[in-house]
T-cell receptor
Framework: GNSVTQMEGPVTLSEEAFLTINCTYT??????LFWYVQYPGEGLQLLLK?????DKGSNKGFEATYRKETTSFHLEKGSVQVSDSAVYFC????????FGAGTTVTVRA | NAGVTQTPKFQVLKTGQSMTLQCAQD?????MSWYRQDPGMGLRLIHY???????DQGEVPNGYNVSRSTTEDFPLRLLSAAPSQTSVYFC???????????FGSGTRLTVV
C-alpha cells in the first residue's frame, strides 16, 4: 500500500522567511498527492493537491510539485506570515488516503 | 452551511463504557472516513465507506464499529472504551477521494 514520510518538526521561522517541508511517498501506482493544513483547535483543510507527475499545486502562496522521479511532493512558501503557523500534513491517495505524521510550523513576528 | 458535522466536540468516558460519535455531511458525498489523530503519529484510518451500505476497515479498526445506512451519516461506535482510545477523532467526506477530503472539526475523547 501507499505511505508518506514527511519532515519532522517542529519548525520555527521568522516572518518573511522561506519555508520548505519535505515529503516523500511510496506507492505501487501513481497516487494523488495532497497537503493539508490544521490550524490550532480546528480540523484539517485541503491546502493544495496534484494528481499526476509534474503537476504543481498552489494556494495561498504555497506550492508543491509532484516529482515522480524522486517520489516527492515538497511544500514551499517564499515568505511566511505569522498566520501560517499551523500543522501541515502531506497525504497520498492510492486506494486509500494515507497521511504523514505532520510538521508543526511556528512563525514568529 | 454545507460541510461535515461531528458531535459531540468533547467527551469523557469511563473505561468499559460505550458510545457513538456522530458524523453527518450534506454534500451528497459517497466517500466517508474516520481517522484518529495522536501526537507524533499523524492521522490513522479507522474505518471508511465508499457508499451507503458499504464499509471497510482501515489501519486501526479494533475496538470500533461503523455502519452506513444513509449517504449522509457515518457514525463511529466505541464498543468498550479503553484509555488507549483517548484521541481526537475526525470524520471526513469526499465526492471522489482524489479530489481531497472535507474534514469535520473533530471530537476530543478522553477515556479514564
Amino acid at each position: 500500500g501507499n505511505s508518506v514520510t514527511q519532515m519532522e518538526g517542529p519548525v520555527t521561522l521568522s516572518e518573511e522567511a522561506f519555508l520548505t517541508i519535505n515529503c516523500t511517498y511510496t506507492a505501487t501506482g501513481y497516487p494523488s498527492l495532497f497537503w493539508y493544513v490544521q490550524y490550532p483547535g480546528e480540523g484539517l483543510q485541503l491546502l493544495l493537491k496534484a494528481t499526476k507527475a509534474d503537476d504543481k499545486g498552489s494556494n495561498k502562496g504555497f506550492e508543491a510539485t509532484y516529482r515522480k522521479e524522486t517520489t516527492s511532493f515538497h511544500l514551499e512558501k517564499g515568505s511566511v506570515q505569522v498566520s501560517d503557523s499551523a500543522v501541515y500534513f502531506c497525504a497520498s491517495f492510492d486506494y486509500k488516503l494515507s497521511f504523514g505524521a505532520g510538521t508543526t510550523v511556528t512563525v514568529r513576528a | 452551511n454545507a460541510g461535515v458535522t461531528q458531535t459531540p466536540k468533547f467527551q469523557v468516558l469511563k473505561t468499559g463504557q460505550s458510545m457513538t460519535l456522530q458524523c453527518a455531511q450534506d454534500m451528497n458525498h459517497e466517500y466517508m472516513s474516520w481517522y484518529r489523530q495522536d501526537p507524533g503519529m499523524g492521522l490513522r484510518l479507522i474505518h471508511y465507506s465508499v457508499g451507503a451500505g458499504i464499509t471497510d476497515q482501515g489501519e486501526v479498526p479494533n475496538g470500533y464499529n461503523v455502519s452506513r445506512s444513509t449517504t449522509e451519516d457515518f457514525p463511529l461506535r466505541l464498543l468498550s472504551a479503553a484509555p488507549s482510545q483517548t484521541s481526537v477523532y475526525f470524520c471526513a467526506s469526499s465526492e471522489k477521494v482524489a479530489y481531497g477530503y472535507t474534514f469535520g472539526s473533530g471530537t476530543r475523547l478522553t477515556v479514564v
